[in-house]
């Protein structure tokens, strides 16, 4: 419903946080191979023409990250949670996007960017977007006010 479409329409890929793990110079993910085999997929094979990085407030994955107290009985979300601590660095040292927001909801818009950023390191998706066969987009859903926007 938000993105006003149809079954099919888009390929979906979900994950704790919508985290991407950057890719290696050869275009190997530095994490999960999952969200890298989906990339590989939907840009080569699908030849999808948008990848959007959605998050939203209150995501407890952006909670956890901000407040820099991992769980000692979640060893994987913690070892998962990793690749948005480029955000958190962003957030402490360059400031928020809007600092109207509560902290983590903070962090969390300017995952989104990092986030997008590290799409960018897959050489699939950088020489496809430097075609300009597809872009590249950051959104941001306040679950309160019932609105997106755009970073």
Known sequence: MLASTHPGDLFI????????????????????????SAIESAVLLLKVANIVVCRRSECGAAKAVYARNPKTHTPNLHKWLYYANNAAFRLEYEGPLDDSL??????????????????????????????????????????????????
């Open 13 to 36: 890929v979900r994950n704790v946080g919508n985290l991407i793990p950057p890719a290696t110079a050869e275009g190997s993910s530095t994490g999960d191979l999952s969200e890298a």
């Open 102 to 151: 509560k902290p983590h909801d903070q962090l969390s818009q300017i995952n989104v960017l990092t986030q997008l950023e590290h799409l960018m390191t897959y050489p699939v998706v950088r020489q496809q977007v430097t075609a300009g066969a597809l872009v590249l987009s950051g959104w941001w859903f306040d679950i309160a006010a019932g609105s997106n926007v755009r970073v």
